[in-house]
């Protein structure tokens, strides 16, 4: 979906900040319904900024779809349908938008369905992201936790950091 009130400095979708047009759920529901598939992933930009899109996830459960949510941690997860599975970003410090994280939404995560996605720039984002997992019990609160490099970083670094704290976490 087009629009993202953040901007990370590392984003890979400034593609979906602005144009975009309008499709009603039906047609949108027609064209999914041609593809044949039963997974649908909502994404953006900031699914969760736009007002319709929670009727819209609903909707999806509401016709046998397995509905994944990809947010990225700023807008609260409340109103969210209990059927769909969310994988919420938490940023980190090199993304310049940590401080908008809403952290209630690590409470509502469920170990049967959610994930949790830390993308880190270097070091000291994987250690606050090893922070954050041990100060909201992430490891038993999430089915499972992400942790995405963003391009250039010293991958075989980030690895043997990741490797030897031990944490049941996937390097993507």
């Known amino acids: ?3 993202c009130p953040m901007r990370c400095v590392w984003c890979d979708s400034e593609y979906t900040f602005t144009g975009g047009e309008h499709i009603s759920f ?3 529901f027609a064209k999914l319904d041609a593809f044949g598939c039963n997974l649908v992933e909502v994404t953006g930009g900031e699914p969760l900024a736009q007002k319709n899109v929670f009727p819209f996830i609903s909707q999806l459960c ?3 779809y397995e509905t994944l949510i990809e947010t990225g941690g700023f807008v609260s997860t409340e109103g969210v349908d209990e059927r769909a599975a969310v994988i919420l970003d938490v940023k980190c410090p090199a993304s310049g938008e940590a ?3 809403h952290w209630p939404n690590l ?3 469920r170990p049967e369905k959610d994930e949790v ?6 070091l000291h984002d994987w250690e606050f992201a090893q922070e954050t997992i041990a100060k909201y019990d992430l490891t038993d609160r999430a089915k499972e936790i992400l942790v995405s490099p963003v391009h250039g970083i010293d991958l075989p670094l980030i690895a043997d950091a990741i490797s030897r704290s031990g944490l049941p976490v996937r390097l993507n």
């Open 99 to 101: 401080e908008r994280n």
């Open 117 to 122: 996605k830390f993308v880190i720039a270097d």
């Open 26 to 28: 039906e047609d949108i």
């Open 107 to 109: 409470g509502r995560l």
């Open 62 to 64: 509401d016709r046998g």
């Open 1 to 3: 979906l087009t629009g």
